[in-house]
């Protein structure tokens, strides 16, 4: 084990990172506001990486197009699914909200194996960015890439909760739903708002994950149990804390893989692992706030 080695390691741990926070801030955005755990997350990734695959290798669109219309299409979807679906459950029995998300998940993910096939694919496209040396460390251009926009995104995520009036409405909105109905503040507007963002991010996440990783109709899954596990570790509606949670994660997850005898198929293990320690030592997450009893 070189120090070359390590460093490898954890910068493309970090590329990663940046991919994991990518997926999971959108899911962070939507199940703090609306406190309902969308399971169909990952299938709007997924949907997002199929159609960035399908535009370059079909018509030859750059990545960066594809990324930027796979948002515009998952964001108008997301809008769809709220209005048809999901805004019947919001005031339903919690089970009901978790079951209805599921379901839509199991559909979606069964559509698109009958469209698509269950097989693999990978999208051969050119090195969006120049790659980046850092001493004995070269960082792939497309991680490059994906670094930078999937740290844009988090940002964006970040910047809309905190610094725009819609964000402080959807605060508003997810600590107490009642009061800011009575504030005059459109509730269902808020939610569905929140989920169309979320969709967004979802479509441009999976314009990152087509870029680097593979497109199939269960790449959601993997990634959608790796952000509840990433929201596990930074606290529910802590979108700083998902960027840390995901760092934490990849790493480990990065460090196992490259070091340990066949660590590459430990993922799920490890992102469950994680999450039962945090979910034991601190309910609320690494960066949330504890609840006085």
Known sequence: MTTAAVLQ?????LTVAALY????AGL?????VTRIINFAHGEF???????????HTRWGVSPWLGMAASGVALGLLSALVYRLFLARVLK?????QLLATLGLSILLLNIAVILWSPDPRVMQAPALLPPLRLGPVTVPGNNVAVALVGLLLFLAMLWIKNHTRYGTQMRFASDDPELALHAGINVDRVFELSFVIGGAAAGVSGGLVALVLYVQPSVGVD???RAFAIIALGGLGNIPGALMGAAILALVEGLVSTFVPQGGSWGFGVAFLLLLLVLIVRPSGLFGKQVQA
């Open 9 to 13: 390691a954890v910068i493309l741990s």
């Open 21 to 24: 926070a990518a997926v999971a």
């Open 28 to 32: 962070t955005l939507t199940v703090g």
């Open 45 to 55: 990734v997924m949907l997002g990486a199929f159609l960035t695959y399908g535009l």
């Open 92 to 96: 339903q029995d919690e089970h009901n």
């Open 223 to 225: 990634l959608v149990i």
